[in-house]
């Protein structure tokens, strides 16, 4: 199957500091999304990015499907954006819809 | 948005009984669901994918004797796992596909923290 890692896999920021996540992923891939998981466990969607850039606020993503990764940038940090980031592809011309899930990558923002 | 109910959010379950969790798509019809589990500091592990009106399809390893779905509506599916001991605690998390022709994206569920005692 498609292997997803992620790096790194923990970052210790202060409070307004910026970082870039990466997603790097074994296979083409027709849908990729990074997810926020808070500490009560609930993954939040923040891109729906199978290939190009996106921005929502501070935060934003890239994905170069021809060379398989993806970037997410968080801007700015604040203590909320502590918890794991997970990004999750779905395999090119699979007839299935199902997501592999990357590694992870927990962030924690020190104030 | 789209939002994905899952209830309950916690049980805790002597061992040799059954539990069922059930995962609702609030706004949206969903003919995929899936259901995951995730043990502490690590990743979600596809359980099987629902489909309506049809039979799950397990990944390997995973015993479809265990763990019971029915997806017995475009906005509902079920999780039982029957006769549960305590390997079976962990955090189960289901997830519902929005599907526009080639668009395909996954909302999930806040979860259900399973402890088998």
């Known amino acids: 199957g498609i292997q997803v890692e992620q790096s790194p896999p923990d970052l210790i920021l202060q409070e307004g500091a910026n970082s870039t996540l990466r997603c790097n992923f074994s296979?083409?891939?027709?849908?990729l999304q990074w997810f926020h998981q808070n500490p009560w466990g609930q993954l939040i969607n923040l891109f729906y990015?199978?290939?190009g850039t996106k921005q929502n606020g501070r935060l934003s993503a890239t994905t170069v499907a021809t060379e398989r990764y993806s970037l997410l940038y968080i801007s700015s940090s604040q203590t909320t954006d502590s918890g794991v980031y997970f990004c999750?592809?779905?395999?090119?011309?699979?007839?299935?819809?199902?997501?592999?899930f990357g590694t992870g990558t927990r962030l924690t923002i020190i104030p | 948005g789209a939002v994905v109910s899952q209830h309950p959010s916690r049980v805790i379950c002597k061992s040799g009984t059954s539990v069922k969790i059930e995962c609702r798509s609030l706004?949206?019809?969903?003919?995929?669901m899936f259901w995951y589990r995730q043990f502490p500091k690590q990743s979600l592990m596809l359980m099987a994918t629902?489909?309506?009106?049809?039979?799950?399809?397990?990944e390997q390893g995973v015993e479809k004797d265990k763990f019971l779905i029915n997806h017995a509506s475009l906005t509902l599916s079920t999780l039982t796992v029957t006769s549960a001991h305590p390997e079976d605690s962990s955090f189960y998390i289901c997830?519902?596909?929005?599907?526009?022709?080639?668009?395909?994206?996954?909302?999930f569920g806040p979860g259900t923290r399973l402890t088998v005692l």
């Open positions: 997830s519902a596909s929005w599907t526009s022709g080639s668009y395909n994206e996954q909302f």
């Open positions: 296979d083409s891939v027709n849908n």
């Open positions: 990015i199978p290939s």
């Open positions: 999750a592809v779905r395999r090119w011309n699979f007839g299935n819809e199902k997501l592999t």
């Open positions: 706004d949206f019809q969903a003919t995929t």
């Open positions: 629902s489909n309506e009106g049809s039979k799950a399809t397990y």
